[in-house]
């Protein structure tokens, strides 16, 4: 019974106790992203969790993000709230079905998105994520046969973007996919001058009408520089959180679904994770990542590669 607990106090009081580092994915809730150590995107949370010096990492984010940090922090242990925290991205994309995929196209290397399991990392060469994406594409020699995993909405982009001939896996974010082109169409009417960002997440329809496309970070910063005082926002509408507390004077609106509110854009996997959770999570050391060491190792490859391409 946690009712008469001062939660934040003891999540600090733990934190010390522990010598953990709280990390959190702009996508969590507001009180979440206040009380972490640090708040960014896949690229940003993957780096802090290999540099870290702290014993523990809670991670505030969903099940890849933390067995991402586990991958590469191994002697570390890895907390995650709520161990239900999945992705669609990861769901689409069985091991055994990403390998036959594999076997389709010899001589095609795998470049795939870090929102997948640890056992699609090991069939992978290099993962990205969507701020490193581009970079790590233009370091691959053009006649290189590149199959791109699992979210569609990315590769699609990716390839128009570049030219490049991208065989794609057909996964796709629930949450991106749901925003309306109508809608958002609508709104744009309402707020003639207002900029569109959007997720490569999303699909072409709503990419299209984007005046930046980018990671959580890239969208984060766009928002920083913008000279107009309203900003439409195409993904996840946890992230205006950030936005509003560096620029209280100005108007973030998010995209909205077909019902005309960005409700059902909260993504539902982030969702699981509450300060509650994190407090008991922080306090008895579970739900905990444990991973097979030959996974891990196997799966490290592609995330080495990354890290090193990104750069
Ligand atoms: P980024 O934070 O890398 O932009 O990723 C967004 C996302 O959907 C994570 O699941
Ligand atoms: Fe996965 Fe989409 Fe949620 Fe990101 S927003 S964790 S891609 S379901």
């Known amino acids: 019974n946690l009712t008469g607990l001062d939660l934040r106090a003891e999540i600090d009081r733990l934190r010390k106790e522990r010598n953990a580092v709280i990390l959190a994915h702009y996508y969590q809730k507001p009180e979440i992203q206040d ?3 640090f708040v960014g995107d896949s690229l940003d949370l993957s780096r802090k969790a290999q540099a870290t010096d702290a014993d523990v990492i809670a991670f505030c984010g969903v099940r890849f993000m933390a067995e991402t ?3 590469l922090s191994p002697h570390k242990t890895v907390i995650l709230p709520d161990m239900d925290a999945g992705c669609s ?15 389709q196209h010899p001589g095609a290397i ?4 870090i929102n997948c399991s640890a056992a699609v990392k090991a069939l992978s060469d290099v993962i990205v994520t969507s701020s490193s994406a581009e970079t790590i594409l233009a370091k691959i020699p053009p006649e290189q046969k590149i199959i791109f995993g699992p979210d569609r ?12 001939d991208l065989i794609l896996w057909p996964g796709v974010c629930i949450v991106h996919e749901a925003f309306s082109e109508t809608e958002l169409l609508k709104l744009r009417a309402q707020h003639p001058n207002a900029p569109i960002v959007a997720h490569p997440e999303c699909p072409a329809v709503i990419l299209d009408h984007a005046d930046y496309v980018g990671s959580t970070r890239g969208i984060l910063e766009y928002a920083m520089a913008m000279p107009g005082d309203t900003l439409i926002v195409a993904t996840e509408p946890h992230i205006i959180h950030q936005m509003e507390k560096a620029l209280p004077g100005k108007t973030f609106i998010g995209a909205p679904g077909a019902d005309g509110n960005c409700n059902c854009n909260i993504c539902p996997y982030m969702a699981l994770n509450t300060i509650e959770k994190l407090y008991v999570a ?3 050391l579970t739900p905990r990542i444990e991973m097979d060491e030959g996974l891990r190792v196997r799966a490290k490859k592609s995330l080495d ?7």
């Open 110 to 113: 795998a470049l795939t998105y």
């Open 89 to 103: 991205l990861e769901d689409s994309c069985p091991p055994d079905q990403f390998a036959a995929f594999r076997a």
């Open 35 to 37: 009380l972490a150590d």
């Open 153 to 164: 909405n990315l590769g699609g982009y990716l390839a128009r973007k570049t030219g490049r």
């Open 69 to 71: 940090a586990k991958i």
């Open 282 to 284: 922080l306090r008895d």
């Open 305 to 311: 590669a990354m890290l090193e391409m990104a750069s």
